[in-house]
């Protein structure tokens, strides 16, 4: 399996990946054109050519990143493929020199594995819902925060 940053021809599969949990409910829907825009901010897990997994780091602020829209096709699911992209997102934030980085899931065991503890939301800065807004279940969010902090792993 190659782990690498995405690419403009990965887009569409990026897209799909999360139109699908999404449409479960499980992830919030992410329109085309924010996706490329977003295209840096995206890793994917490549399995014999094939899109397996995404995820992305998105940096809040000098001291904060978010992991965003991370998915593992479903047949792929179970194999690890999620851990390790949570993985080189932290690598990636160490490299960025960020102290800490958040998520909000519907999948708050998978992160506790990940070395990531609860944190309210309350504790978040307002930064980070601004896009929120768009979401249909605001103000109502029923997702856990979860964050690392960086500084204390080595």
């Not at 109502?140 to 792993?153: F, H, P």
Request: glycine share 6%; net charge neutral.
């Amino acid at each position: 399996m190659q782990i690498r940053k995405a690419k403009i021809s990965d887009m569409e599969n990026i897209y799909n990946l999360i139109s699908h949990f999404a449409e479960q409910g499980l992830m919030l829907i992410r329109p085309r054109a924010l996706l490329y825009e977003a295209i840096r901010e995206f890793t994917v897990a490549e399995k014999n050519g094939y899109l397996v997994g995404a995820s992305s780091l998105h940096i809040i602020w000098e001291d904060l990143a978010e992991i965003r829209s991370l998915a593992v096709n479903d047949r792929f699911s179970g194999q690890g493929i999620g851990r390790i992209l949570v993985k080189a997102s932290l690598q990636e934030a160490r490299e960025l020199e960020l102290k800490r980085v958040f998520a909000l899931t519907y999948k708050e065991g998978f992160f506790l594995k990940c070395g990531f503890s609860p944190v309210s939301k309350e504790k978040l800065p307002q930064k980070v819902w601004k896009e929120c807004m768009d979401c249909p279940k605001f103000p109502y969010c029923d997702e856990t925060a979860v964050m690392i902090d960086l500084t204390n792993i080595a």
